[in-house]
């Protein structure tokens, strides 16, 4: 065969490749129990020691071996994930690609890469973002998931963007799950809101199943995502909501983080 023919063949070959395989080497057709997007708050009302312990604590679930065993007893052994961070309307960034999950050495290897990254910091909250950037990111995902779940964490109501609730429900209408980690390991600053686990409850999470995990305590922070890792994998929520609703209690206001904002701007 002439070298141009083993050329073209090659590159014949090199296409096919390509056509079998989506964004970030997933296969397009690969099948996977759960697609799960992990959106990361790393606004400035985060400190430094915050972020890294977030960060530490999706790298240490990724490692345990009840994760590990919770892929393995899918229907299909095997998820697929992806890991980003969010501040403002215009600022998400990936940190860890699509990856596909089927055991200790795939849920290592992407343990390793979540912790690896630098910790950043940016301005201002915008949940609506997030969760619009997650649905991007599903429609990029390159599998066939029996379930989409999107685990968005973060320690402020949302002020920039569209209104979170318009984002919610549209990615609930589209049959995505988004459950919620509300930080609340500080005192409430002048751009936060005392109760933001009932503010999650109300105005983020949604979909079927979908809970809210909060965080109260530093030293709770890395068995609290391991817990709600666990029960994406399964497709549970916890048995008991662990935000309750209160009788009689006035309705959430979605729109307070952007009423917050206006007040401090002068508006």
């Known amino acids: 065969m002439a070298a141009s023919a083993l050329r073209r063949t090659a590159l014949a070959l090199g296409l096919a490749v390509l056509a079998m395989f989506g964004p970030q080497g997933a296969r397009a057709d690969a099948e996977v129990d759960l697609a799960l997007v992990i959106g990361v708050d790393i606004s400035y009302s985060m400190d430094m020691d915050e972020l890294a312990l977030q960060r530490q604590g999706f790298a240490e679930a990724f490692r345990a071996a009840q994760v590990h065993d919770a892929i393995r007893r899918g229907m299909l052994g095997k998820i697929a994930v992806v890991y980003f961070e969010w501040a403002g309307a215009w600022d998400q960034r990936v940190v860890v690609p699509w990856t596909v999950l089927d055991g200790p050495d795939s849920a290592g290897s992407f343990a390793e890469k979540v912790a690896a990254q630098p910790v950043r910091r940016a301005q201002r909250t915008s949940i609506s973002g997030a969760i619009d950037f997650g649905m991007k990111l599903l429609g990029e995902s390159g599998v066939e998931a029996t379930r989409r779940v999107m685990d968005i964490s973060g320690d402020g109501p949302n002020n920039q963007g569209r209104p979170v609730v318009s984002a919610r429900n549209e990615a609930v209408a589209q049959g995505v799950t988004i459950n919620g980690l509300p930080v609340m390991l ?70 307070i983080g952007e009423q917050q904002w206006r007040n401090r701007m002068g508006n």
Request: a neutral charge; glycine letters at 8%.
């Open 186 to 255: 500080k005192s409430p600053g002048y751009l936060d809101i005392p109760a933001l686990d009932v503010y999650y409850r109300d105005c983020v999470i949604g979909g079927q199943g979908a809970f809210v995990v909060p965080v109260r305590e530093r030293e709770q922070f890395p068995n609290a995502i391991k817990t709600k890792i666990l029960l994406e994998i399964a497709g549970l929520a916890p048995p008991v909501p662990l935000v309750q609703r209160v009788q009689g209690a006035a309705p959430t206001d979605c729109m």
